[in-house]
């Protein structure tokens, strides 16, 4: 059983419309879990036996093709469901949710997922509008590496990732996370080489400025002008 503040997580987009009784009656079924970096918090095709909220750290969702090529499907931050296989029908995990960072999530048992959606049908309906979220992203990137070049492709990705995880600070949007250039390659259908050649052509021009664990972009408005093709910096 969590003994966490329902005060805590009541933004959560999971959670948006639930009263304090019906946040502290969820999370009287939940657990915590630590989740440290490396480690998967599930892995793909395994039984789909528990769904997450991540509380802190993040994780990244992969699958590997049959020929053992990575593919990086998105990250997970604070504050969001991932694991619900249970809530689209499915028996078993479509991905493997790795820790990039020490994580900790508050876990459920799948099968407590109807008694909970009866408890809280709000939880059902925030969880499907982001699974519909989700859908989208992905029509969006299939678009994109099926009709864009591919600095406009790398741009996109790396203002998605802003959008999703990243704060405002002095100098520009901070992704505080680690986010490798292969990451970006296989966001974006591309090849690492090619990726570092953006991004070094970027870091020239002061648009982002890349480290181990962080990614900063100096330039933002920038950056959307080469996703929308109106600017290149190759």
């Known amino acids: 059983m969590s003994r966490l503040d329902p005060s805590l997580i009541r933004s959560f987009p999971v959670f948006r419309c639930l009263d ?36 802190d750290g993040r994780l990244k969702v992969v699958q590997v093709t049959p ?82 070049e591919v600095q ?7 203002l998605r990732l802003a959008r999703q995880a990243g704060r405002k600070v002095e100098d520009g949007v901070l992704i505080d996370f680690p986010v490798t250039r292969q990451d970006l390659a296989e966001m974006t259908g591309t090849t690492l080489h090619t990726v570092s050649r953006i991004m070094s052509a970027w870091d020239a021009a002061g648009l982002v400025e890349g480290g181990r664990q962080r990614l900063l972009l100096r330039d933002p408005h920038k950056l959307l002008l080469v996703a929308e093709g109106t600017a290149s910096l190759q």
């Open 20 to 55: 304090d009784d019906t946040l502290r009656a969820i999370l009287a079924e939940a657990v915590t879990r630590r989740i440290a970096k490396g480690t998967a918090m599930f892995e793909h095709g395994a039984d789909a036996r528990e769904f997450f909220v991540v509380l």
């Open 67 to 148: 020929d053992g090529e990575q593919v990086l499907i998105r990250f997970v931050v604070p504050g969001e469901v991932c694991g619900v296989a249970v809530a689209i029908g499915r028996p078993d995990y479509p991905a493997t949710a790795m820790a990039v960072a020490d994580s900790l999530a508050l876990v459920w048992n799948s099968a407590r997922w109807p008694a909970l959606c009866e408890l809280a049908p709000a939880l059902a309906v925030n969880t499907m509008h982001t699974v519909g979220q989700r859908l989208q992203d992905a029509h969006a990137r299939i678009r994109e590496i099926s009709t864009e």
């Open 152 to 158: 406009r492709r790398v741009a996109h990705a790396v």
